[in-house]
């Protein structure tokens, strides 16, 4: 069965595109990074750290895929002071995105295991790479910021995944269900 999708792109201005992304941080990221603080503080227990993980990655997956292209999704990831970024991406933004429970890396018997935490900054040592979510999140409105107000941005343009389309030979049951919802184009 052929699963794959064919994205149909839109060509948006940078700025507007980068400030639009910013703004979802705004009101839906940093209110609830605030909220996990603040239950830990009043209770000493952590809640949440992992459904930060998943509300920042796919932000910062569609900036990489928006600003880099062509190259490697991991380049921001370096610009976000990841050490590892390739294990990073894929621990993190994978396991996270496409699973629920927290799953090693093993190469040739060497294993890292992976944590989130809220403080205490990223680090990489004792076979586990632990990304700070706090951190992580205000390092990406930095970069968001700086990309912002970068002069050399305000007429760039940027492709953005608008929708996408099934292959004529793509899984029946969503072409199916399309079919009987949706609209005419």
Partial sequence: ?????????????????????????KNDVFPYLELVKKIHKETGTGVGFWALARMIFPPIE????????KENKTKILKEL????????WDMFRHNLMHNDEMISASYRNKKVEWSVTIGGGHSAKDRVLKIDVSKL??????????????????????WIKK????????????????RAFGNSE
């Fill in 137 to 158: 999140l205000h390092d990406f409105d930095n970069f968001l910021e700086k990309q912002i107000k970068d002069p050399s941005n305000l007429n760039k343009h940027v």
């Fill in 163 to 178: 929708s996408y389309k099934l292959k004529r030979r793509g899984r029946l049951d969503l072409r199916n269900e399309i």
């Fill in 81 to 88: 002071d990841i050490e590892y970024p390739f294990l990073a």
């Fill in 62 to 69: 569609a900036v990489a895929n928006a600003i880099y292209r």
């Fill in 1 to 25: 069965m052929d699963h794959k999708k064919k994205y149909l792109y839109q060509k948006v201005n940078k700025v507007e595109f980068l400030s639009n992304v910013r703004l979802r941080l």
